[in-house]
């Protein structure tokens, strides 16, 4: 029943030499890949609005400058993540740069809150495609938690499909999404340059405002600047490309680019003119909708696909989480099973866990994402930060050809994405104090597995001067409950292996048990060594072990080993097992961590 369910859900599996047909091509590399940051643009504009708010609405004219200087870091961080394509063609973004240029902690952290944002993007993007759904029907508000599970529920499944499976399925909701923005933006734009928008519902470009500051505009640019994510995710995914990887990589992140510029200025624009204020239960782009075209079929048809791109912008995460962290794993920071391949050939562990933290992440913060987007915000800007820093000592060691422009990009694009950092850390610690929890107690795991895995080499490797134990005999033990077939099938096993040193061990709680038990064994097995533990305490561990301790220091002497093998009985259906002690589990779970004795399990099979 689970692997018909698992097909069903999944599909059937994938053979290696398939690999190559789960690649990208430009089109739907775009909308896999791109998702995220093109979907920001549905919050990212409100974001500036709602710092300029806490001054009025007259302050609003200040969104236009500022979503300039969100556009020049948008150049500088598309323009260098070109540079990173090509110069780590092999993937891992901001990890490997920062690993490779800065050392290995700058890279841990990158990598560290790569991961983390990845979470937090999913877990923000299905927030907001939720806040759009309920903006349309706001009956459905009290249950956005339950409506944001259950999306990412679908995509964890879709994508556990595979790459170009769930791409195949993504790209025309994300088309759809640029069509709808820009058939929004091109009639705003239409109704501005016509006269049909009145002027006195925004202020005039240059209009002093009282009580502005410079620390009040770095704010408002900080917080846009979170339409940003997502520009990072096609460098970390450059092996989904279709051959030549890197070209295509670029080439869709030139495209991305575009878009997002286009996308976001316009949306800026709009509200500026057409006077909107942020408000808790309507999104932005809601009421620039409503306002361009009132409450008919094409107000909803942008606010589902608003919704839709929202929600799976998700898929970003998902495209690009599994990626970075083979790269981590493989470089033993994390565990190894996020390098294993799927059914799908996917990296369906880095996927389930995703899906999993994410939802959880959901349920924690009640599906409110104005309170997650700061933090998804820092932990994108860490790595921006540290990749362009990684790119700068790059060029400086190097110094190839044409070097300098090169390296005046990532000078520009490191000290804005650092003030804009710094900024998140001053005007919201509130909310992204748990940066200096999560990403302390990151570094720690990475290094405490690491450290696992160096030393788990060390031993493995045969030519460490660790001598092997030579083995020059064997004793078997084996705990036995009763006269059964159970028991006969362990003790014919064991014959084959050693029959001249074995020991049947058996453990009464009462001493009339003990006396017609040897009676019966003698009768059965007289071959074989019977030897009771009698124990007024029921307990068979216990006895068991210490007879265990006394034959091995006995065994050692002789350079014999001592193997446990303990008789199980498995029943023919699963729920049977609730009906029986299944003391052999417990005996072997006691024995299996100890290194001088050797344990195997005989098992029966019931046939009713």
């Known amino acids: 029943m689970i692997s018909f369910l698992k097909r069903f859900l999944i599909g059937r599996p994938l053979k290696s030499s398939e690999l190559g047909e789960q690649k990208l091509n430009k089109k739907k590399a775009l909308a896999i890949l791109s998702s995220d940051a093109l979907s920001s643009v549905a919050y990212g ?40 394509i090509f110069a780590y063609s092999h993937g891992g973004g901001a990890y490997v740069v920062s690993k490779e240029n800065l050392g290995k902690y700058p890279g841990l952290i990158a990598g560290g809150s790569l991961l983390v944002d990845y979470i937090l993007t999913v877990a923000v993007s299905i927030s907001a495609g939720t806040d759009a759904i309920t903006s349309a029907f706001p009956s459905l508000h009290e249950h956005k938690v339950v409506i944001a599970i259950v999306f990412v529920l679908l995509i964890t499944i879709l994508n556990l499909r595979g790459v170009t499976e769930s791409a195949s399925v993504l790209a025309y909701p994300v088309y759809l999404f640029v069509l709808a923005l820009f058939i929004l933006i091109g009639t705003g734009l239409y109704n501005i340059l016509s006269g049909n928008v009145p002027a006195e519902l925004h202020t005039s470009l240059g ?16 917080s846009g600047s979170s339409a940003l994510t997502g520009v990072e995710a096609i460098s970390n995914a450059i092996p989904n490309f279709k051959s030549p990887e890197a070209s295509n990589a670029s080439k869709t992140l030139i495209a991305m680019g575009v878009l997002l510029a286009v996308m976001f200025s316009g949306i800026v624009v709009l509200a500026y003119y057409y006077g909107i204020a942020p408000r808790a239960d309507v999104t932005v782009v809601s009421q620039i909708a409503e306002q361009t075209f009132g409450r008919n079929a094409m107000y909803y048809f942008i606010q589902g696909t608003t919704a839709l791109i929202l929600i799976l912008a998700a898929n970003t995460g998902y495209s690009a ?26 990296y369906s562990n880095g996927i389930i866990i995703l899906g999993v933290l994410s939802m959880l992440l959901i349920y924690v913060f009640e599906g ?22 990684g790119m700068m000592v790059k060029w400086l060691r190097e110094k190839p050809a044409g070097w300098v422009p090169k390296f005046i990009i990532n000078t520009v694009g490191a000290l804005i994405s650092f003030v804009v950092t710094m900024m998140f850390f001053m005007t919201k610690f509130t909310q992204v104090w748990p940066v200096f929890v999560f990403l302390p107690i990151l570094l720690l795991v990475f ?54 040193q074995i020991i049947a061990v058996y453990v009464p709680f009462e001493r009339e048990d003990e006396a017609v038990f040897e009676e019966k064994w003698r009768k059965w097995q007289p071959d074989v060594r019977l030897v009771t533990l009698y124990t007024p305490y029921r307990s068979i561990i216990q006895p068991l072990t210490k ?39 417990l005996i072997r779970a006691r024995l299996l961590f100890r290194s001088d004795v050797i344990v195997t399990t005989v098992p029966y099979h019931l046939k009713k």
């Open 447 to 500: 290094h405490r597995i690491h450290k696992h895995y160096e030393a788990i080499a060390d031993q493995l490797r045969i030519t460490t001067c660790e001598e092997t134990i030579k083995i020059e005999g064997n004793v078997i033990i084996v705990p036995v409950a009763g006269i059964t077939h159970v028991v006969m099938n362990s003790l014919e096993y064991a014959k084959s292996l050693s029959p001249q």
């Open 45 to 84: 504009p409100e974001q500036i609005l709602i710092v300029l708010v806490t001054i009025g609405a007259a302050a609003f004219w200040y969104s236009i400058p500022i979503a300039l200087g969100v556009l020049i870091l948008l150049t500088a961080l598309i323009l260098s993540y070109r540079q990173i």
């Open 368 to 389: 409110k994402t104005e309170q997650l987007i700061p933090l998804y915000a820092v932990g994108v800007f860490i790595p921006f930060t540290l990749s362009q820093s």
């Open 547 to 585: 007879f265990i301790d006394k034959v091995n220091w006995k065994a050692a002497e002789l350079n014999h080993r001592v193997t446990v093998i303990i008789p199980q009985f498995i029943p023919k259906k699963g729920w049977h097992n609730i009906l029986h002690n299944q003391s052999s589990l």
């Open 321 to 346: 989480f599994p990626l970075l962290a083979v790269n981590l794993a493989k470089d033993k920071f994390i565990p190894r099973m996020f390098t294993m391949r799927g059914d799908r050939l996917g």
């Open 207 to 222: 209009t002093p405002v009282a009580g502005i500051s410079l620390f009040l505009l770095l704010r408002a640019f900080s």
